[in-house]
Every structure is written in structure tokens, then in C-alpha cells.
């Protein structure tokens, strides 16, 4: 009778027991758990996928939180601060436009004199980028209220991400056409049936020093070579590259170089860098080329 009454108390506490940790721990009855932010993903296809912890701002607050930026970068295994791998992925892809939205809720706007908040908190990660040597044009910043934000501890994500293509045109080449020297060859690029060339910093730096050089090498010559797309006939787009060859012969004579220093080749469609068959590739064409001859 004692080891019936000892086996039947021994299933009644295993009972209870079992019932608490049902109750307690499975059920979570009576046990409030720390909500915890969402983590913010920075994805673009297969080639980059980055995790951002959730804490990034403070309620009310613009700047970011340093801790919120350290995260593990999945596809290069690496753990490092997440903003600075994407900044090392935009600068390796200089044709990915990412747009950061950044976000607010109605009453964060009433604690701030901001009349955009999210717009300031994206302009926060543009200017962490920038800073760490994006291009600020690969960068596009807007701000949206939301009620749907969280907030723990007085901290909320508040950003997306997003990535598209980068159209490729005369003015984005131009823009990334870099000088090296004088006899490395410079592109200097046009508007559609244009002749007059897009100036950039690098290509008017190339013209100073060429004229400056040439001055003192009498014997060589600045060679200016006149590209079109495939658009149009053979003999149209031979003298198109003529003009635009003379268009640029006629600048540098202005900035004080001499003709007798010059030597222009018209090239029609005959030397293309690029297939004409893609839009991006017939802006690559129209170009005229500038590449110092030495005898």
C-alpha cells in the first residue's frame, strides 16, 4: 500500500510539473518576452545580402546607432560594420543606384522641429556612405511616415533598401571617364548627332596639360580622333566625326594651343568600343578620342 501511494504522488508531481513547463515555458502564460526589432535587409539579387540589426535609430532621432550598423555580410562570411560592405559593393558596381528610404511616425514629428524625419534618417546613411566613397549620384534619399513602425526601448529600423540599374548615357560616361596621362587616351563624349563634347573636370585637365606639353615638344602631336554610333550612312557619319574632331581642334586652339600641334583623323563608325546593337553601347561610340603622339 506505501509504494502504491509513493508511485500514485510520484505521477501527480510529474503532472504538475509537466503542466508548469507547458504552462510557463511553452505556452509563455504569464512570462511577457522582450519584443525584438526586425533586422533590415540590404539585398540586391544574388550578389549582395547584408543584415542590419533592427536598433538603428532612437525614437525621435536622426542619427544613427553604431551598434545598429555592425552586422554579418552573409554572401563574404565576413563580420564587419554592414554600411562600410555596402559601400565597398557600391563603389566595385558603379552602375547599381541604391535608394534609401527612410521612415517616421506621425507622432515622432510632433517631438521634432524636422518636417521630414525619415527623410533626414536616410540622409544620415547617404551621408556614411558618401563619406566613405560612394558617389553621392549613386545614391537616391526620400522620406515617408508610417504608422506601422516598432519601437523597443525607444529605438525603430525605420530604412529599406532598394537597387535598380543606372542608365548609361553620354553625360554618366563622361562622368567616369578618368584622366591617367597625356598618353593614355581620353574619351571625350557627345549628345546624340552632337558635336559639342561634354566637359568634365578630367578631360579639361587633359586639355591644360596637353597644351602645356606641347609647347615645349614641338615635335609631337596631340591626336584627335573623331567616333560615331552606326546610325545613319557611312559618309554622314564620316563627316559627323570630322566635326566633332575639328569641334574639339577649335576648343583647344582656344584655350591657347597651336593647330600646328593637332592632327585630326575622322573615324566614322569604323572603330566602335562598344556593340551599337545596345543603346548603351551606341553612346559609348559617339566619342572623340585624345591621345598625345610621341616621335
Same mark, same amino acid.
Given at each position: 500500500?506505501?509504494?502504491?501511494?509513493?508511485?500514485?504522488?510520484? &505521477?501527480?508531481?510529474?503532472?504538475?510539473?509537466?503542466?508548469?513547463?507547458?504552462?510557463?515555458?511553452?505556452?509563455?502564460?504569464?512570462?511577457?518576452?522582450?519584443?525584438?526589432?526586425?533586422?533590415?535587409?540590404?539585398?540586391?539579387?544574388?550578389?549582395?545580402?547584408?543584415?542590419?540589426?533592427?536598433?538603428?535609430?532612437?525614437?525621435?532621432?536622426?542619427?544613427?546607432?553604431?551598434?545598429?550598423?555592425?552586422?554579418?555580410?552573409?554572401?563574404?562570411?565576413?563580420?564587419r560594420f554592414g554600411l562600410d560592405t555596402l559601400?565597398?559593393?557600391?563603389?566595385?558596381?558603379?552602375?547599381?543606384?541604391?535608394?534609401?528610404?527612410?521612415?517616421?511616425?506621425?507622432?515622432?514629428?510632433?517631438?521634432?522641429?524636422?518636417?521630414? &524625419?525619415?527623410?533626414?534618417?536616410?540622409?544620415?546613411?547617404?551621408?556614411?556612405?558618401?563619406?566613405?566613397?560612394?558617389?553621392?549620384?549613386?545614391?537616391?534619399?526620400?522620406?515617408?511616415?508610417?504608422?506601422?513602425?516598432?519601437?523597443?526601448?525607444?529605438?525603430?529600423?525605420?530604412?529599406?533598401?532598394?537597387?535598380?540599374?543606372?542608365?548609361?548615357?553620354?553625360?554618366?560616361?563622361?562622368?567616369?571617364?578618368?584622366?591617367?596621362?597625356?598618353?593614355?587616351?581620353?574619351?571625350?563624349?557627345?549628345?546624340?548627332?552632337?558635336?559639342?563634347?561634354?566637359?568634365?573636370?578630367?578631360?579639361?585637365?587633359?586639355?591644360?596639360?596637353?597644351?602645356?606639353? &606641347?609647347?615645349?615638344?614641338?615635335?609631337?602631336?596631340?591626336?584627335?580622333?573623331?567616333?560615331?554610333?552606326?546610325?545613319?550612312?557611312?559618309?554622314?557619319?564620316?563627316?559627323?566625326?570630322?566635326?566633332?574632331?575639328?569641334?574639339?581642334?577649335?576648343?583647344?586652339?582656344?584655350?591657347?594651343?597651336?593647330?600646328?600641334?593637332?592632327?585630326?583623323?575622322?573615324?566614322?563608325?569604323?572603330?566602335?568600343?562598344?556593340?551599337?546593337?545596345?543603346?548603351?553601347?551606341?553612346?559609348?561610340?559617339?566619342?572623340?578620342? &585624345?591621345?598625345?603622339?610621341?616621335?
Amino acid at each position: 500500500m506505501g509504494r502504491l501511494w509513493m508511485g500514485w504522488m510520484g &505521477l501527480g508531481i510529474w503532472i504538475i510539473v509537466s503542466v508548469c513547463v507547458h504552462l510557463f515555458y511553452i505556452k509563455r502564460i504569464r512570462l511577457s518576452e522582450e519584443p525584438v526589432l526586425p533586422p533590415v535587409y540590404i539585398i540586391d539579387g544574388s550578389h549582395l545580402r547584408i543584415q542590419l540589426r533592427g536598433n538603428l535609430f532612437q525614437q525621435a532621432g536622426s542619427e544613427l546607432n553604431s551598434l545598429g550598423n555592425r552586422s554579418a555580410n552573409v554572401r563574404f562570411g565576413n563580420t564587419r560594420f554592414g554600411l562600410d560592405t555596402l559601400a565597398d559593393y557600391l563603389k566595385a558596381n558603379p552602375r547599381r543606384l541604391l535608394t534609401v528610404i527612410g521612415y517616421h511616425t506621425p507622432a515622432e514629428t510632433k517631438q521634432t522641429l524636422v518636417a521630414n &524625419l525619415g527623410a533626414v534618417r536616410a540622409t544620415s546613411v547617404q551621408q556614411y556612405l558618401v563619406n566613405a566613397g560612394v558617389p553621392e549620384e549613386q545614391i537616391k534619399v526620400w522620406g515617408e511616415a508610417s504608422s506601422a513602425l516598432l519601437f523597443v526601448q525607444d529605438s525603430t529600423n525605420a530604412l529599406s533598401f532598394a537597387f535598380q540599374a543606372i542608365p548609361i548615357d553620354a553625360n554618366w560616361l563622361a562622368r567616369h571617364q578618368r584622366y591617367t596621362d597625356l598618353f593614355h587616351p581620353l574619351h571625350l563624349y557627345f549628345p546624340t548627332g552632337g558635336t559639342a563634347y561634354i566637359h568634365t573636370p578630367d578631360n579639361e585637365q587633359f586639355a591644360t596639360e596637353a597644351i602645356a606639353y &606641347l609647347r615645349n615638344h614641338r615635335q609631337e602631336r596631340l591626336v584627335i580622333t573623331g567616333h560615331t554610333d552606326s546610325v545613319g550612312t557611312a559618309a554622314g557619319n564620316l563627316r559627323l566625326s570630322f566635326l566633332r574632331a575639328r569641334a574639339v581642334q577649335d576648343s583647344l586652339v582656344k584655350q591657347g594651343a597651336n593647330k600646328r600641334w593637332l592632327r585630326l583623323v575622322a573615324r566614322g563608325d569604323k572603330s566602335p568600343i562598344a556593340p551599337n546593337a545596345l543603346p548603351e553601347g551606341r553612346e559609348a561610340n559617339r566619342r572623340v578620342t &585624345l591621345l598625345v603622339e610621341r616621335r
